[in-house]
């Protein structure tokens, strides 16, 4: 009912910058908060940021916090992920996600999302 897709990861060196981006298509009518997770192999899929349907709400795992930049654009359906000083320990598989229920009282936790991307690969070298 709702896809969405993940764009604009790579490798990129330490201290750099990049922006995701994510197109939902579908019914996008019945998006409200959207948010970023992301996964390294072995681990589990770890909460970075979300934002509320008008964006003017955002919410941020510590370890990101004031290095990362969560934004969307509801004209274009899309939401952004803009990372700068990028770390090492950064690199991971992110995904966006999607929460159809007005009310999301738990952002940090998977199960609070209904639709997933299949993931961008972010690599930080040092």
């Known amino acids: 009912q709702v896809h969405l897709v993940e764009s604009g990861g790579g490798l990129v060196q330490a201290g750099d910058s990049l922006r995701l981006s994510c197109a939902a298509s579908?019914?996008?009518?019945?998006?409200?908060?959207m948010g970023w997770f992301r996964q390294t192999p072995g681990k589990e899929r770890e909460f970075v940021a979300v934002?509320?349907?008008?964006?003017?709400?955002?919410y941020y795992a510590d370890s990101v916090k004031g290095r990362f930049t969560i934004s969307r654009d509801n004209a274009k359906n899309t939401v952004y992920l803009q990372m700068n000083s990028l770390k090492p320990e950064d690199t991971a598989v992110y995904y966006c996600?999607?929460?159809?229920?007005?009310?999301?009282?738990?952002?940090?936790?998977?199960?609070?999302?209904?639709?997933w991307g299949q993931g961008t690969q972010v690599t930080v070298s040092s």
């Open positions: 934002i509320s349907r008008n964006g003017g709400r955002t």
């Open positions: 996600a999607a929460g159809t229920n007005v009310l999301v009282v738990l952002p940090q936790y998977k199960d609070q999302y209904d639709y």
């Open positions: 579908g019914r996008t009518s019945s998006v409200y908060a």
